[in-house]
Nanobody, 115 residues
Framework: QVQFVESGGGLVQPGGSLRLSCVAS????????MSWYRQAPGKEREMVAI????????NYADAVKGRFTMSRDNGKNTVYLQMNNLKPEDTAVYFC????????WGQGTQVTVSS
């Protein structure tokens, strides 16, 4: 059974930082590209970062480029998202999934950027 457990969200002021983690299980993690997604209230889920292997460079959505950094640890079946210089428009529930969002979604972790 595929499972994703996201953590690390919270309330942060504009300009602040958070580091999200996502532990995956139930599939051959190291063989899959992984992505971070987010869904803001009233909006569709969007991809913010994708990474295919530990030696490849991640690709980012334009809205987060230069502020977010995605990484992965295949030994821990975990992906990370370091988020710096957060903006109010980054407020959303953040999810991880295999590239393409092919597995059932986890519950996500709420990120709220507000003063």
């Amino acid at each position: 059974q595929v499972q994703f457990v996201e953590s690390g969200g919270g309330l942060v002021q504009p300009g602040g930082s958070l580091r999200l983690s996502c532990v995956a299980s139930g599939f051959a993690f190291r063989n899959y590209g992984m992505s971070w997604y987010r869904q803001a209230p009233g909006k569709e889920r969007e991809m913010v970062a994708i990474l295919f292997g530990t030696t490849n460079r991640p690709n980012y959505a334009d809205a987060v480029k230069g502020r977010f950094t995605m990484s992965r640890d295949n030994g821990k079946n975990t992906v990370y998202l370091q988020m710096n210089n957060l903006k109010p428009e980054d407020t959303a529930v953040y999810f991880c999934n295999a590239a393409g969002g092919i597995f059932p979604w986890g519950q996500g972790t709420q990120v709220t950027v507000s003063s």
